[in-house]
């Protein structure tokens, strides 16, 4: 394992929006991020979801910011009376709020004189001091103040918001990821593997459970930034599911960076 401690750079997500609690939209953007940022050696910490409430949202907005080195925010930037995030963040910062004279350009090239009313111009509207974040997909934009990150919510317009700053943040080292399945309860695992992690305290190894058809199994994902780190404990937790007469599955139809297989959590 390696001596040397690799920069950690960590990030939060806040969720923002009503139909996400209510249940009536699925999220989809969680999945995306934490992909994206830990290609850029930024490790997703938290993610926490808060409704259209405003008190809420600049809590969370300056609990985060000084807990992680960037925070992203998704939703609420829309032209409707509950897209409250702009004021939120600009609360949040003691800043003002204006219509934005570029952000403005931008929303009049896509719409048209008559086709930017009222309800649009509203997202042009930006904190004073905000570095504006391009949106090639319908050119409303999204905005930075210091290190958080404001984005629409709709996940095609999230994804690519992220991809147009994901090149500026100053990220630590990639966490590799490597996984090893095997058709064993999860409960008859976990004595050994807690052992293996006290050996790899440099190793998030985490367990998650799947019924395939009539049998239960359990992958164990080892993530690192030492990838000497992450393979060698891969290999304890191989002998060790050998040991108990659960020899590892080498077909890889477990999919450890989704987690999907039917999940099942042993009591």
């Known amino acids: 394992m390696s001596a040397a401690s690799p920069t950690v750079v960590t990030a939060a997500l806040l969720v923002i929006g009503n139909e996400v609690l209510s249940g009536r939209t699925r999220d989809a953007n969680v ?12 490790r997703l910490r938290e993610v926490r979801m808060v409704a259209d409430d405003a008190d809420a949202i600049v809590e969370a907005v300056n609990a985060l910011r000084a807990r992680y080195a960037y925070v992203f ?6 032209p409707t009376h509950d897209d409250i995030t702009t004021d939120c963040v ?4 003691g800043l003002e709020v204006v219509v934005d ?3 403005e350009r931008r929303l009049r090239d896509h719409y048209g004189a008559e086709g930017l009313n009222a309800a649009r111009l509203r997202m042009a509207r930006i904190p004073v001091g905000a570095e504006l974040i391009d949106n090639p ?5 999204g905005f930075r103040v210091e290190n958080v990150y404001v984005m629409a919510g ?5 994804a690519a918001m992220l991809d147009s700053v994901k090149h500026g943040l100053a990220g630590g080292a990639p966490v590799h990821s490597l996984a090893v399945t095997a058709y064993i309860r999860e409960g008859d695992l976990a004595e050994g593997l807690g052992v293996v992690q ?14 395939r058809g009539t049998r239960i199994g359990t992958s164990i994902v080892c993530r690192s930034p030492d990838p000497a780190a992450a393979a060698s404990a891969v290999a304890r937790v191989s002998a060790l599911m050998t040991a108990l007469g659960a020899p590892p599955e ?5 999919d450890a960076t989704t987690g999907s297989a039917s999940s099942w959590h042993e009591d």
Do not use: K, N
Request: negative net charge; glycine residues 12%; aromatic residues 12%.
């Open 101 to 103: 004279p570029e952000a």
């Open 154 to 158: 709709v996940p095609r317009i999230a």
């Open 31 to 42: 999945q995306a991020f934490a992909t994206v940022l830990g290609e850029r050696g930024v």
């Open 198 to 211: 006290e050996a790899y305290p440099s190793v998030e190894i985490g367990s998650y459970p799947f019924v």
């Open 137 to 141: 997909v319908s050119h409303a934009p």
């Open 250 to 254: 080498t077909d890889g139809s477990f």
């Open 73 to 78: 925010t998704t939703g609420g930037i829309g």
């Open 90 to 93: 600009a609360a949040a910062f």
